[in-house]
């Protein structure tokens, strides 16, 4: 059968560090209270002339460095974010234009913070399915453009950066031995939309708007549900927790990582964190946290590696691979 493997990965942060003690000259806030909150100590922000497309390309050009691959041999784009360059054309556009390629397809998904999830297992449909070889599947985002820089319960939060990696359809034995996507789980609750949400749009403000989040009842839905889809992806693949190499999780805040990870019997030495150094980056923190543990040599070929994510909508969604 035919598994989307991945050949490589990249990352692209903004030059800017801004620390926790910045946000007491903004809003009343410590850098005592984010730390203990959520475990964010510094985010990257994006500066004038940095945006998603120019993050997401860099990320792409390190993904295909790292496989040894250039843009040609590249079929498909699809970005992850929730913060495009324009409203339209669809950012994957730009990035296509900007790495010089004039075939293949691109589009942009829209998933916030379960985008990159999304995406992989959407470029794994794709892959399968024959409509291409190979995909470069970015999440990109520049949040600190939708941000309230007086609201302190969500500017402190959040970041920007951009993650990326190049699937390739490649003959396997069907096994759950096999490198590359071994098990996918989606879903999405509408109801929830209230809970986190950018307050303008096209079709109802006419303007950008800035991010509201009700950041308990987030919490309180967050583990209960990535612990749904995490189950279900080890269902599929006939495994449990214990047989985990890595757990990569949406990086948003770091009680939420650690409650799920003990919820699902997944030991601390497993689970791969970056929320302290990026903050939450939305549909780049998953790609960004697995690119900091390739490069530092954490994960391995052969590795059973599980990714997750939940975001505004709400959306949530696990993907199960073996690197």
């Not at 920007?160 to 396997?172: H, K, L, T």
Request: hydrophobic letters at 45%; proline letters at 2%.
């Amino acid at each position: 059968m035919i598994r989307s493997v991945v050949r490589g990965v990249g990352t692209a942060l903004p030059r800017r560090i801004m620390k926790n003690a910045e946000f007491e000259t903004l809003v009343d806030t410590s850098d005592e209270w984010i730390v203990q909150r959520t475990g964010i100590q510094q985010r990257h922000i994006a500066a004038d002339d940095e945006t998603t497309a120019s993050l997401g390309e860099a990320a792409a050009r390190a993904a295909l460095d790292n496989a040894g691959l250039t843009p040609d041999d590249i079929d498909l784009i699809v970005l992850a974010t929730s913060t495009p360059n324009n409203t339209f054309p669809a950012t994957a556009v730009e990035i296509q234009q900007r790495l010089g390629m004039r075939h293949g397809f691109a589009f942009d998904m829209q998933a916030v913070c379960s985008g990159f999830v999304y995406a992989v297992a959407t470029a794994d449909a794709h892959l399968r399915a024959g409509m291409a070889r190979r995909a470069l599947v970015i999440g990109s985002e520049t949040f600190s453009r939708i941000l309230d820089w007086t609201d302190r319960t969500t500017c402190v939060l959040f970041g920007d950066g951009a993650g990326a990696i190049i699937m390739e359809a490649a003959e396997s034995e069907g096994t759950m031995a096999d490198r590359g996507v071994l098990a996918a789980s989606l879903r999405s609750d509408g109801c929830h939309r209230d809970k986190l949400y950018v307050d303008g749009g096209p079709s109802t403000t006419g303007t950008v708007g800035h991010l509201r989040m009700e950041g308990r009842e987030v919490f309180k839905h967050a583990v209960g549900m990535i612990t749904d889809v995490v189950e279900d992806s080890l269902a599929q693949g006939g495994i449990t927790a214990d047989d985990l190499d890595w757990f990569v999780p949406h990086q948003a805040n770091k009680r939420i990582i650690d409650a799920s990870a003990k919820k699902l019997g997944i030991a601390e030495d497993k689970v791969v964190v970056t929320v302290h150094l990026h903050g939450n980056t939305s549909a780049a923190s998953v790609p960004l946290a697995l690119g900091a543990a390739v490069a530092d040599g954490r994960i391995q070929k052969g590795d059973l590696v599980l990714l997750e994510a939940m975001g505004g909508g709400f959306t949530w969604g696990a993907v199960l691979l073996r690197w």
